[in-house]
């Protein structure tokens, strides 16, 4: 990985802003994913984000952190807060940003326990394919303090596949359909292609049963997109 999403929000931080990131996957064209959203406030966060830093309690784990957006919400209304992410880049920053316990580290390294872990923007693009699902679940609950729950939003893209005439074009041959192969470049130099997982939530809940937690549906976003709250049966 050459970290290109941690050399943009270093030059965010920095001031050095002169261009976003662009990113694609293998169903859809380039799109600008703007720098300034990834160092949003509370009031510029979707719903499911709000909602989500609503429902925290207790010793909070932030997975995927990126800038530490979410952690420095909460750590300003006093939640102890660990903030993990494996761009080092983006650790820079979350701490240049006044995040206090922040690490470079791969979820599945992680061994603390939590009474709130919080998986946002695509909480499930970290597990990338559906295959390794059960593992990351199994892993996120064993990091789980009694009375402990997961917060993890995601998106079912089925209406990515929907053609003009309202049919769909999505392999039924190929893997699940939320599966995306995702590719980011950063100022004319390109990322390593990396695996990203969208899961809608009734595939969600069923993994969810399998590794012994029960996944509950928060609340719908304003586009196909959910919050869920996942807890030990
Ligand atoms: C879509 S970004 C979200 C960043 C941040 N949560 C936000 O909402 O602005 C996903 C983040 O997850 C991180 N990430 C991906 N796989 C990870 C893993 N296995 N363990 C920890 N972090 C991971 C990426 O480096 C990236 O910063």
């Not at 169903?27 to 909602?51: C, G, N, T, V």
């Not at 880049?89 to 316990?101: D, F, N, P, S, W």
């Not at 791969?106 to 990338?128: K, P, V």
């Not at 959910?226 to 807890?231: F, K, T």
Request: net charge negative.
């Amino acid at each position: 990985m050459k970290d290109l999403f941690g050399k943009a929000l270093l030059d965010f931080q920095n001031g050095n802003y002169s261009e976003d990131i662009i990113t694609s996957t293998n169903i859809s064209d380039e799109d600008a994913l703007p720098l300034p959203y990834l160092f949003r406030e509370f009031k510029d966060m979707p719903k499911l984000e709000q909602h989500a830093l609503k429902l925290c309690k207790g010793h909070v784990l932030d997975v995927g952190c990126g800038s530490g957006s979410h952690t420095i919400y909460l750590q300003e209304k006093g939640f102890k807060i660990k903030a993990l992410d494996i761009s080092k880049g983006a650790i820079e920053v979350a701490k240049k940003r006044g995040v206090l316990h922040a690490k470079v580290l791969n979820i599945l390294d992680e061994r603390e326990t939590f009474d709130t872990i919080l998986l946002l923007m695509n909480g499930t693009g970290i597990f990338q394919e559906l295959t390794q699902v059960s593992k990351y679940l199994s892993h996120l609950k064993s990091l789980l303090k009694r009375n402990g729950q997961i917060l993890i939003d995601s998106s079912d893209i089925k209406y990515m596949y929907e053609d003009e005439d309202g049919g769909y074009w999505m392999d039924m041959n190929a893997g699940y359909y939320g599966e995306l192969d995702y590719f980011l470049s950063y100022k004319g130099a390109k990322e390593t292609p990396m695996k990203w997982l969208y899961l809608d939530f009734e595939t969600l809940k069923l993994a969810c049963e399998t590794v012994g937690l029960k996944c509950e549906l928060v609340m719908d976003g304003d586009h196909f997109d959910y919050l869920a709250r996942l807890i030990v049966k």
